[in-house]
């Protein structure tokens, strides 16, 4: 499985920025996946995840209310909207798949494939 991030950028504090995570193969369908950040200097942190189906997701209780992760399956990608951006929020993400969970997955070391990272700057 190979995932393309993308829809990163520079963004003005309150704006919103959705990200894409496309995935190769035809079992995207059946993961787990998941979003990222890290910042810089810091570690890398969960974000978001979502189940195979979209029917059952989980955030980071920080971002609740202002991220919304969602997938369609018939174009094999996932998605991260963000609103309300803070500078707070300015990382890399990452999309991953966790491909032995169908479920939402927390655990970083649970996913076994990774996009390369988009960049989000929030700045005025």
């Known amino acids: 499985v190979q995932l393309q991030a993308s829809g990163g950028g520079l963004v003005q504090p309150g704006r919103s920025l959705r990200l894409s995570c496309t995935a190769s193969?035809?079992?995207?369908?059946?993961?787990?996946m998941g979003w990222f950040r890290q910042a810089p200097g810091k570690e890398r942190e969960f974000v978001a995840a979502?189940?195979?189906?979209?029917?059952?997701?989980f955030y980071a209780d920080s971002l609740k209310g202002r991220f919304t992760v969602s997938r369609d399956n018939a174009k094999n990608t996932v998605y991260l909207r963000m609103n309300s951006l803070k500078p707070d929020d300015t990382a890399v993400y990452y999309c991953?798949?966790?491909?032995?969970?169908?479920?939402?997955?927390?655990?970083?070391?649970?996913?076994?494939?990774w996009g390369q990272g988009t960049l989000v700057t929030v700045s005025s």
């Open positions: 991953a798949a966790a491909s032995r969970y169908a479920g939402v997955v927390v655990h970083r070391a649970n996913y076994d494939y």
């Open positions: 193969g035809r079992t995207f369908s059946s993961y787990g």
């Open positions: 979502i189940s195979w189906s979209g029917g059952n997701t």
